[in-house]
């Protein structure tokens, strides 16, 4: 679907360049899902949403496509990735992979004090949740999340872990837009809960679950319902005397 683009002002450093900044006005666009997945892009539209030249935009697509978060097609037409059920499938476990051991190399360098500061992260979450903001909703949720690895001062995750976001963005905000059922239990509890106890195993298994619980379930409620859409038989043809 080709559709005209609104991309938010993210600020910036006053020490990037004007390349950087595209890219990163552009990569937090579809990290929050505000492109949806099979949006077809164009780099003028590109540029016009994003109140620049075509140079930067050019450079940031090229960066993104080697992080698998926009499709080259060719003919100077781009699009967001469509999602399917085996790629979700891939994308849900090397996230759950990478999170559990970030989360565990974190523990050891994490305070009461900061625990208290990813509790505050999540109470406001939990306030966004409740007005139903699913794009306020998504990167408060990666502020929890990056709060508890980046605590690791040798970690190296991160970068993966935000490219696997990256690629899960537009999909993860169509779902929470279509109003499925997000969560059942509230997973972040049980993560804080883990924090302070310093149970590491106990940590992996509650991110494991706020993954599954989360846009697991209801990503694989959204793919089954949209399989279910497209394989039901039309309606019954008129037939002539």
Same mark, same amino acid.
């Given at each position: 679907?080709?559709?005209?683009?609104?991309?938010?002002?993210?600020?910036?450093?006053?020490?990037?360049?004007?390349?950087?900044?595209?890219?990163?006005?552009?990569?937090?666009?579809?990290?929050?899902?505000? =492109?949806?997945?099979?949006?077809? =892009?164009?780099?003028?539209?590109?540029?016009?949403?994003?109140?620049?030249?075509?140079?930067?935009?050019?450079?940031?697509?090229?960066?993104?496509?080697?992080?698998?978060?926009?499709?080259?097609?060719?003919?100077?037409?781009?699009?967001? /990735?469509?999602?399917? /059920?085996?790629?979700?499938?891939?994308?849900?476990? =090397?996230?759950?992979? @990478?999170?559990?051991?970030?989360?565990?190399?974190?523990? /050891?360098?994490?305070?009461?004090?900061?625990?208290?500061?990813?509790?505050?992260?999540?109470?406001?979450?939990?306030?966004?949740?409740?007005?139903?903001?699913?794009?306020?909703?998504?990167?408060?949720?990666?502020?929890?999340?990056?709060?508890?690895?980046?605590?690791?001062?040798?970690?190296?995750?991160?970068?993966?872990?935000?490219?696997?976001?990256? $690629? @899960?963005?537009?999909?993860?905000?169509?779902?929470?837009?279509?109003? @499925?059922?997000?969560?059942?239990?509230?997973?972040?509890?049980?993560?804080?809960?883990?924090?302070?106890?310093?149970?590491?195993?106990?940590?992996?298994?509650?991110?494991?679950?706020?993954?599954?619980?989360?846009?697991?379930?209801?990503?694989?409620?959204?793919? $089954?319902?949209?399989?279910?859409?497209?394989?039901?038989?039309?309606?019954?043809?008129? $037939?002539?005397?």
């Amino acid at each position: 679907m080709n559709q005209v683009v609104k991309i938010p002002f993210v600020p910036a450093a006053d020490n990037l360049t004007d390349q950087e900044t595209t890219y990163q006005r552009l990569r937090t666009a579809i990290m929050t899902g505000v =492109l949806a997945p099979e949006t077809t =892009l164009t780099f003028r539209g590109l540029s016009e949403a994003l109140d620049c030249s075509p140079t930067p935009v050019r450079e940031a697509v090229r960066r993104l496509s080697t992080e698998n978060a926009i499709e080259v097609l060719g003919n100077r037409r781009m699009r967001i /990735p469509a999602m399917t /059920p085996a790629k979700f499938e891939e994308i849900v476990n =090397l996230r759950i992979a @990478l999170e559990s051991h970030a989360g565990s190399r974190a523990m /050891p360098y994490i305070s009461e004090a900061y625990i208290d500061e990813i509790a505050a992260v999540d109470a406001a979450l939990d306030v966004t949740m409740a007005r139903g903001d699913s794009s306020g909703l998504t990167i408060q949720n990666h502020e929890f999340h990056r709060l508890i690895y980046t605590a690791n001062p040798h970690q190296v995750t991160m970068p993966a872990i935000e490219s696997i976001w990256l $690629q @899960l963005g537009p999909f993860q905000h169509q779902v929470t837009s279509e109003s @499925l059922e997000y969560y059942v239990v509230d997973r972040h509890k049980e993560i804080i809960a883990a924090l302070r106890a310093r149970d590491a195993v106990a940590l992996s298994v509650a991110i494991e679950a706020d993954i599954r619980d989360g846009i697991y379930r209801s990503g694989m409620q959204f793919l $089954q319902h949209r399989a279910q859409r497209l394989n039901a038989p039309a309606g019954p043809n008129p $037939q002539s005397d």
